[in-house]
């Protein structure tokens, strides 16, 4: 009879197995042919917690110890023996490590830089699924035990403690959360840290750096999430945007040998990134989150060769022929010789004058779990008819008292799809109300009131509901382009056969050929996704138009 705790001691021993598998002799002679084997001494550091290193090792003989250090005592998170190696997904970014790395004992190991060990994973199948494997395993344990180089200090009555969990949640960054509402000894918390209240939210980086009220651009430049960019260099492609669309085209182009650099505001996922689950994805019949979907596709980029920076935001678009720039910011321009725009678009907010108000702190963009967490047991309100805000609704009311769904229109038939309008019908915990609008958002340090009205009847209706879901519409992320590229009426880029001639000639293109399938009014610069007129606002449809895409850019570099 098996037991259950043998199911658990069996499944803890294959997850191990999965973290920290080991390479056999033919193997790891296969490593040693691309890197370099020599001797270590007992407690040599062969890399640092928060330093920048390019060194990847695999154990010949002896062992290595992986460190952690925390308020200057050390911990030993793992050993390695012969056939094991160090790393996780950091090692594919270049990211600084998380952890030290020293010898244990003298031995041997090989030691490989970061380029050649990506060259190692995208040429040698079987070793490369082992090491990008335990990579995405160790990393997601890391997430999964808070254990990370970050500690965010924060408040749920402050909308930057939310934004900051969410970026660094949705860039798959570990981090410790002390949430000052539970602790018994504010004070005490604040004074350790030389911070006061005003100056919520704060993240320390690496036990050294305090940062009061970071940006997502200082939370990213204190952890080493961005490599250096040569700024001289002229790139094959610039990817702006890293939603489904900007990743599938970074995959595609990456794999395919092409010099990318991918350049996203916030996090990788886009507005996709944020959905509590996909069901009508292709390949995925029990759903997958958007960060999940997100994380993957980053994961196979940085597994490529593509660049990615975060939290650096195009802000504007030099569109000079040859060489086009992209500004983020106050650094030099980045170029290239193509451009695939996937900037997406963002939720369109009603014309409340206290919604600003009252942004992550009652009012929010993406139901994850994250904020799910923020109204168990609580009545919320998702304000949408499309399928994002079918997901968010079915998602909440799995925690939330009751779900109310609030749409203009008469009903959900005409913008969402069948599987999710069962779903609500047949949910007790979820109440639609058609022709409603949300009049008035009312509270002092939180949201704590909603009033809505009902278009039909008149009747307007007072509720103490302290979470609204905002899931309407789209407004395209356009306004950084400066005019460059030909616009339809709602500002969503036109590409192809969208283009009429009149665009054509106002933007004096000057080759012989009509402008490629998703290619806009400048040779060589495309729009894919959400961003672009026509789209079918789906993830598939993005994903698709995104590898499209790269087959254009490669006739366009020919030319």
């Not at 840290?193 to 990213?220: K, M, W, Y």
Request: glycine share 10%.
């Amino acid at each position: 009879m098996v037991t259950t705790a043998t199911r658990f001691a069996t499944a803890a021993r294959s997850n191990a197995e999965r973290m920290f598998p080991a390479l056999n002799s033919a193997q790891i002679a296969r490593v040693a042919a691309r890197g370099r084997l020599r001797a270590v001494q007992s407690g040599e550091v062969l890399f640092e917690a928060g330093v920048a290193t390019t060194g990847f090792f695999v154990v010949v003989s002896g062992r290595i110890e992986v460190v952690r250090v925390s308020g200057g005592t050390e911990e030993v998170v793992v050993t390695y023996g012969r056939g094991q190696f160090t790393g996780e997904i950091n090692m594919l970014s270049g990211r600084p490590p998380l952890v030290r790395a020293r010898a244990g004992t003298a031995g041997e190991v090989v030691e490989m830089d970061r380029a050649h060990m990506l060259a190692l994973v995208q040429t040698d199948a079987e070793i490369g699924e082992i090491l990008m494997r335990a990579f995405i395993v160790r990393r997601v344990e890391l997430i999964a035990q808070g254990l990370g180089d970050a500690i965010v200090i924060g408040s749920s009555h402050c909308a930057g403690t939310l934004r900051t969990k969410e970026f660094l949640t949705r860039n798959a960054h570990p981090y410790t959360y002390v949430d000052l509402d539970h602790e018994v000894d504010v004070q005490a918390v604040l004074d350790q840290f030389h911070v006061t209240a005003a100056d919520v939210p704060i993240v320390v980086c690496r036990g050294e750096i305090v940062l009061r009220n970071p940006s997502n651009r200082q939370i990213a430049d204190c952890l080493g999430l961005n490599e250096a960019v040569d700024s001289s260099q002229v790139h094959d492609l610039i990817v702006v945007g890293a939603g489904p669309a900007g990743l599938a085209a970074s995959v595609y182009a990456a794999s395919e040998g092409l010099d990318v650099l991918v350049v996203e505001a916030i996090s990788p996922g886009g507005q996709a990134g944020s959905s509590s689950k996909i069901e009508n994805y292709l390949g995925f019949p029990t759903g997958i989150s958007g960060q999940a979907l997100a994380g993957r596709a980053f994961t196979q980029a940085q597994k490529f060769g593509a660049h990615v920076l975060i939290a650096r935001g195009a802000t504007r678009f030099s569109c000079a022929p040859k060489a086009y720039a992209i500004e983020i910011g106050d650094d030099a321009p980045l170029r290239a010789r193509a451009v695939v725009i996937a900037t997406g678009a963002e939720y369109r907010k009603p014309l409340l004058e206290s919604i600003p108000r009252f942004e992550g702190i009652g009012v929010y963009y993406g139901a994850t779990f994250m904020e799910a967490q923020l109204c168990v047991a609580e009545e919320v309100i998702v304000i949408g008819g499309g399928n994002s805000a079918g997901q968010a609704a079915v998602f909440l009311a799995q925690t939330a008292k009751r779900v109310h769904i609030l749409i203009r229109s008469g009903g959900l038939a005409q913008s969402m799809s069948r599987y999710l309008i069962r779903r609500i019908e047949e949910h007790p915990g979820i109440a639609l109300h058609t022709h409603t609008e949300i009049e008035a958002l009312e509270g002092d340090a939180h949201l704590e009131r909603v009033r809505w009205r009902n278009s039909d009847t008149g009747q307007v209706e007072s509720h103490d509901i302290r979470h609204v879901f905002i899931m309407t519409g789209a407004t395209p992320a356009t306004q950084w382009l400066g005019g460059c590229l030909a616009l339809d009426a709602k500002g969503f880029i036109k590409t192809g056969p969208e283009l009429s001639q009149q665009d054509l000639t106002d933007a004096k293109w000057p080759l012989p050929r009509a402008p490629f399938l998703l290619e806009t009014t400048l040779p060589g610069v495309f729009a894919v996704g959400d961003v672009r007129a026509g789209n079918l606002k789906r993830v598939a449809a993005a994903v698709g138009e995104g590898s499209i895409a790269i087959s254009f850019v490669h006739r366009v570099l020919d030319e």
